[in-house]
């Protein structure tokens, strides 16, 4: 599997010690799909193809008006924490990214 998926489901494990391996293994999937749009089984298809980091960067936006070949994400995260209230779950932490908002 690829390491992307190995961290969310490691860090699950430390915010939810009391969950088995069968509901780390599912909610660590349906995170892992609702941050790259597949699941865990078909980055690990594209990983063994060599083709996960090409994946990654089709969802990177591309500056055009630019000279140069850069890129932006189109967020960045740190320090995100799983947890679960009220069977409800959430990701906390801080996520950015680069368009202006209406403020």
């Known amino acids: 599997m690829p390491k992307e998926y ?3 489901r490691d860090s699950l ?3 939810h010690p009391d969950w088995d391996s069968s509901k780390l293994d599912e909610m660590a999937a349906r ?3 609702s941050i790259f ?3 865990p089984q078909h980055a690990h298809q594209l990983e ?3 083709k996960w980091e090409a994946y990654k960067k ?3 936006k591309h500056k055009t008006e630019s000279k140069e070949d850069e890129t932006e994400t189109l967020f960045s995260s740190s320090g995100l924490e799983f947890k679960e209230e009220g069977g409800e779950f959430y990701v906390e932490g801080f996520i950015s ?7």
């Open 6 to 8: 190995s961290e969310i």
């Open 13 to 15: 494990k430390k915010a």
């Open 31 to 33: 995170t892992f799909g």
């Open 37 to 39: 749009g597949t699941n």
């Open 48 to 50: 063994s193809e060599g």
């Open 58 to 60: 089709s969802h990177v």
């Open 97 to 103: 990214d680069p368009t202006l908002d209406l403020g």
